[in-house]
């Protein structure tokens, strides 16, 4: 893959998804070089930078930020929908807790229908699972972080970035599978964590899982 033909959209998709430092740096560098990368404009890219740089401090990155990079993208349909994503990401990451509210789920995951992007389908599903768990649907929230994990570990194989959040993932369904009672589905998410070097995340459950 040639990285710099990417533009911004796929790398902030991509940040969201993996929720760790090296791909938010990723997104960052995307617009941050010279020239940026995907053939986006000077100008665009400074405006984008912009608004990455505002996401970073406390609360929702301004309006002003968001309408400064929509001003350089001329309807362009793929990177209107990837800022809308992130403006939904922001609202919701920029929470004392970031939880996402029934309706904001379903906007995020018509956007991300909309972008054809697995990357934000994938996040949207995540906070499903997440909105399972507080209204203690414990089989439903297991299940859906069980389909996430393994779409997340196909995805690390190509891009390791995503190990982060697949283990975050697993961790849940394991301790989820335990509450459900499915110890075969929880052994094997401890058995999995273990490879990874990520056991003692189980914390006292994994002498429970693992002997």
Known sequence: MDEQSLSWPYWLTRAILANGQEAWMDAVWSVGGSPPYGGVS??????????????????MAPSSAYDAVAAHLGGAPDSVLALEIFRLHDAIASRDVAHATREEIDAGKALAQDLQDPRAALYFELLDGD????????????????ACANQLNAMA???????????????????????DGDF??????????????????LGELREVLLG
């Not at 100008?43 to 505002?54: N, P, Q, S, T």
């Not at 194989?157 to 509450?179: C, F, G, Q």
């Open 131 to 146: 909105l399972a768990l507080r209204d203690e649907r414990i089989t439903e929230a297991r299940d859906r972080f069980l």
């Open 42 to 59: 000077y100008e665009e890219g400074a405006a984008v930078y912009a608004l990455l740089e505002a996401y970073q401090g406390p609360g």
């Open 157 to 179: 194989v190509e891009d390791p970035v995503y190990v982060t959040r697949l283990v975050d993932v697993m961790v849940n369904v394991a301790t989820l599978s335990v509450r």
């Open 184 to 201: 075969d589905v929880a052994k094997t998410m401890a058995t999995a964590l273990q490879l990874l070097g990520q056991a003692d995340r």
